[in-house]
């Protein structure tokens, strides 16, 4: 009986072809494509100056960048996970993606769509805790199933996003979320492509869909965060007014987006 981290013990294996490109890194373009990218786009201009400006000012730094680092670390478990397509590597991938959406719900999820039966953000930490936890345990049971869960979970994602943008009049804001759902769309569409047409793009020499998946995923989370920041920065800091911004201009083809605070003066 091969061991949980064994090379190809994992429930899952993508359409690249496994060791072609390397003898000891099996899918070599997910491994390197992808994931040097999402740790490069996610870790830098983003976290360090959107969330560092909010928590800054909300006290709530630890939560921010705290974040951050679950997405770096998804960055390194997914690397290690293609590297070695072993059962541990899957979970481990999979469960970081668990544990990093969990605690953007319980930082930012909005209060006013808390259950009625959540009376504080304390008692919605629990919830979620509770919850993580739970499914942490269950996702041993099928982990092939898992990765449907949790981009069920960007359904929900998208959902909240559609709620808040009813309530928004800034256009800027809508573009960008219009810009995020197209990064979406297609990184969904190259997962799913990946997992179920594996047969074609073997037949037209092209099974590298994952990879891009890595990438554009990276992308819609790079225009994600702003977003969620945005909507935070509305409810929690009422007197501020969050401005969305590109850099290092509106008008480059390729920019990153972040929020500044435009109001009283900064106070902690
Ligand atoms: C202030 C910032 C708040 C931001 C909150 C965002 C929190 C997002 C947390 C985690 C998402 C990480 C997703 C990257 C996955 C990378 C690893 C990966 O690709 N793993 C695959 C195997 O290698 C695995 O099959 C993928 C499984 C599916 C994961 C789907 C996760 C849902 C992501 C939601 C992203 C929202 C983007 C915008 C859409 C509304
Ligand atoms: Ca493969
Ligand atoms: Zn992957």
Not at 234 to 259: A, H, Q, R
Request: include cysteine; hydrophobic fraction near 50%; glycine fraction near 4%.
């Amino acid at each position: 009986m091969p061991s949980i981290f064994s090379y190809e013990s994992a429930e899952v294996d993508w359409c690249e072809n496994n060791f072609e490109r390397s003898a000891i890194i099996a899918e070599y373009y997910n491994t390197v494509n992808g994931t040097t990218l999402f740790s490069l786009l996610l870790f830098t201009p983003l976290s360090v100056h959107s969330l560092v400006l909010e928590g800054a000012c909300m006290g709530n730094i630890f939560c921010a960048s705290g974040n951050s680092w679950d997405l770096l670390v998804t960055g390194i478990f997914s690397m290690y996970f293609h590297m070695t397509l072993s059962y541990v590597g899957q979970l481990l991938d999979e469960l970081s993606i668990l544990w990093a959406l969990a605690v953007a719900y319980s930082f930012w999820y909005p209060k006013v769509y808390f259950p009625r039966f959540i009376k504080s953000r304390k008692h919605f930490f629990w919830l979620c805790g509770v919850t993580t936890v739970i499914s942490t345990l269950m996702s041993f049971v099928k982990p092939a199933f898992n990765a449907y869960a949790l981009n069920c979970i960007a359904f929900h994602m998208l959902y909240l996003t559609w709620c808040e943008l009813k309530k928004c009049k800034d256009k800027r804001v809508h573009r960008m979320a219009a810009v995020m759902v197209l990064w979406w769309v297609l990184a969904i569409s190259s997962w799913l492509s990946d997992r179920w047409l594996c047969g074609l793009w073997q037949a037209v020499s092209f099974p590298y869909l994952h990879s891009f998946w890595h990438v554009l995923i990276a992308m819609a989370l790079l225009y994600f965060c702003p977003l969620v920041i945005y909507f935070d920065v509305s409810y929690e800091m009422p007197s501020f007014k969050p401005m969305l911004k590109y850099w290092p201009s509106d008008s480059w083809p390729v920019v990153v987006p972040y929020i500044t605070l435009e109001g009283p003066h900064k106070q902690c």
